[in-house]
């Protein structure tokens, strides 16, 4: 009997070494990828947030690391897609804020104003607080109303009820972002606001 007690603690003590080696495996490549990344070397950091998401795929930081980088090099619906798994793993409202802001400010880079209106304000929810989100969603929704403006919808489109409660929304909104000056515009016009932990 005793002998099954040791079997049973050396297996214990075994599973738990082993997860402990990969964990620390993972987190050297999410650093060194940290490294990359801020010396402007994204094909290096894009490896190295990959290996470490191929040891742990549930990590936010390889995740929203990666989503980084992948913005920054400009495969933006990919950057989306790790975005949206960073999404699932993210412990606190301000790694979902920072998750939003960087989707928005992705869809502004590609000028889908409306997608980048939706996620900004998922951010500004997640933390009401950030100056920065709240500069990017008044430039989004100035945007999504001037291409709106110029583009009208074809008559019978839709539900015109809908689409008025929609447009009042939208205006209630900006009045309640202090209505931005018009030359103020956030980030050169929609770059990502990344954070490397």
């Not at 940290?34 to 191929?54: D, M, P, W």
């Not at 430039?139 to 009208?152: F, G, H, L, T, V």
């Not at 939208?170 to 000056?181: G, K, V």
């Amino acid at each position: 009997m005793k002998q099954i007690y040791k079997y049973i603690v050396l297996l214990v003590f075994s599973v738990l070494a082993t997860s402990s080696m990969v964990a620390q495996v993972e987190n050297h490549d999410v650093r060194v990828g940290n490294k990359s990344y801020n010396a402007k070397n994204y094909t290096i950091a894009e490896q190295k947030y990959r290996s470490a998401l191929s040891k742990n795929d549930h990590s936010f930081y390889g995740n929203y690391n990666l989503a980084n980088t992948l913005y920054r090099k400009n495969d933006l619906q990919t950057a989306r897609n790790y975005y949206q798994k960073a999404l699932l793993f993210a412990t606190n409202k301000f790694q979902r804020a920072e998750v939003y802001h960087n989707v928005g400010t992705s869809f502004l880079k590609e000028k889908k104003y409306k997608d980048a209106v939706d996620a900004l304000k998922k951010s500004m929810i997640a933390n009401p607080n950030s100056e920065d989100t709240r500069r990017q969603l008044a430039y989004a929704m100035r945007m999504e109303k001037r291409e709106r403006n110029q583009n009208p919808p074809p008559p019978n489109a839709g539900d015109k009820k809908m689409e008025d409660d929609s447009q009042d929304n939208n205006r209630q909104i900006l009045e309640s972002l202090d209505e931005e000056d018009e030359n103020h515009k956030p980030n050169a016009g929609g770059q990502a606001n990344v954070k490397n932990w």
